[in-house]
């Protein structure tokens, strides 16, 4: 038996984060629990497929965000299908409950592939896991991208 190419290669892991405006309470301010139960439950049985391998569910404002650690790459249909499902499911509860602004980065109304260009914002990246790597997410609502500049020059590369 013979060493393949697949033996000498370190394993990827992938880090997908999703996030969609699906309703708040009061304007752009807050994930209502029932979606937040919807997105835990959805993420929960594709734990339990195997798909991911774990995640975690939080808010920034009203944008409900998907953290998932999964091994299948970036921008792979099954893992941006299930953000999808989330958000059409969470968005038809925000209906359902009269929210402010259900649904309303969900530009399409059928799922194609993957979210990219369908409302839903995505930052993903694949690595080479190790025994102890941190993952740090800033997440913001209605915020400009060098928002985080400042801070994150200071913090690594500001010798005072």
């Not at 990827?12 to 996030?19: C, E, F, G, P, Q």
């Not at 249909?77 to 968005?91: G, S």
């Not at 259900?102 to 839903?120: E, I, R």
Request: hydrophobic share 40%.
């Amino acid at each position: 038996m013979g060493i393949t190419r697949d033996c000498l290669l370190p394993k990827k892991t992938t880090i997908s984060l999703i996030k969609c405006d699906v309703g708040s309470l009061a304007g752009h301010h807050v994930v209502p629990k029932p979606l937040f139960k919807i997105a835990k439950k959805n993420l929960e049985n594709a734990l339990a497929k195997e798909i991911i391998n774990s995640f975690y569910v939080f808010n920034a404002g009203d944008d409900l965000e998907l953290l998932m650690v999964h091994d299948k790459g970036e921008q792979n249909t099954l893992i941006h299908e299930l953000a999808w499902n989330t958000f059409k499911e969470a968005t038809d509860k925000a209906l359902s409950l009269k929210l402010y602004g259900a649904g309303q980065d969900l530009l399409k109304s059928a799922f194609s592939g993957n979210v990219c260009g369908m409302g839903p914002g995505v930052a993903e990246m694949e690595i080479e896991e190790r025994g102890a790597d941190p993952i740090v997410v800033f997440a913001a609502d209605k915020t400009s991208s060098g928002s985080f500049n400042f801070p994150l020059f200071r913090m690594f590369a500001d010798p005072m």
